[in-house]
């Protein structure tokens, strides 16, 4: 296991590539996208500090299609062998256990995504997700930009900054090079169910999280 600093923009895994390391972020956030053919990408997932980058190294099969895992924020993570943590996979039940729980978590946070991303409007997207992104880096401030807002939602710039300015008329974030939220309560109302799903989902598969602190 060692400790290592990822920058934002960092491509961590491309399509096709065998996975060869594993990755446990502390204060990073990285999105798996899926891109198709036409070069155009879209968020399938959202991995923080509650969540492992890489599952698929230790359910059989050590490659992806499609799949990239990018760092959407800077900070630092754990990274870990793939053979090794395989070995320990098929070794030692408790470790199997608490990562077949997290892969039943990032299950339930695609599924949940796509649902989300085909029934509910962009205003409610946009509020879910920088709640979802808050709660796994443990910060109000998110240095996102609203290109890169763009890509994970799935729509055209343009679509993000007037999503975000109504959000910030409403003084729930303030929003310029980066987003800081203002009023969790506000943006929790304004967010679809999605959000309070996945975090009761999260808490009775992976224990309940301290959020006072």
């Known amino acids: 296991m060692k400790r290592v600093s990822l920058e934002q923009g960092k491509i961590l895994h491309h ?8 990755y446990f972020p502390i204060d990073c956030l990285i999105s798996i996208t899926i891109t198709m053919t036409d070069g155009s990408t879209v ?25 990239e895992y990018i760092v959407q924020m ?5 990274k870990v062998d793939a053979g090794v943590l395989l070995e320990e996979f098929d070794r030692n ?17 695609i599924s949940q995504t796509t ?13 879910r997700w920088l709640l979802e992104a808050q709660d796994r880096i443990d910060s109000d401030d998110l240095k996102l930009t609203q290109e890169f807002l763009g890509h994970m939602l799935g729509v055209r710039r343009a ?25 969790q309560a506000g943006l929790e109302a304004t967010a679809c169910e999605c959000f309070q799903v996945l975090r009761e989902e999260y808490d009775r598969l992976l224990g309940a999280k301290d959020r006072d602190g």
């Open 15 to 22: 399509p096709g590539e065998t996975i060869e390391d594993l």
């Open 43 to 67: 968020e399938a997932g959202l991995v923080g500090n509650r969540e492992v980058v890489g599952v698929n190294a230790f359910m059989g099969g050590r490659e992806t299609t499609q799949t």
């Open 74 to 78: 800077a900070g630092s993570a754990i």
């Open 93 to 109: 039940k408790g470790l199997r256990d608490v990562l077949l729980r997290y892969t039943q978590a990032l299950i339930a946070q």
């Open 115 to 127: 649902g989300c991303n085909s029934l509910h409007v962009l205003d409610q997207r946009l509020a």
């Open 159 to 183: 679509g993000v900054t007037q999503a975000a300015q109504k959000l910030q008329e409403r003084d729930l974030i303030r929003y310029n090079r980066r987003v800081q939220i203002l009023d």
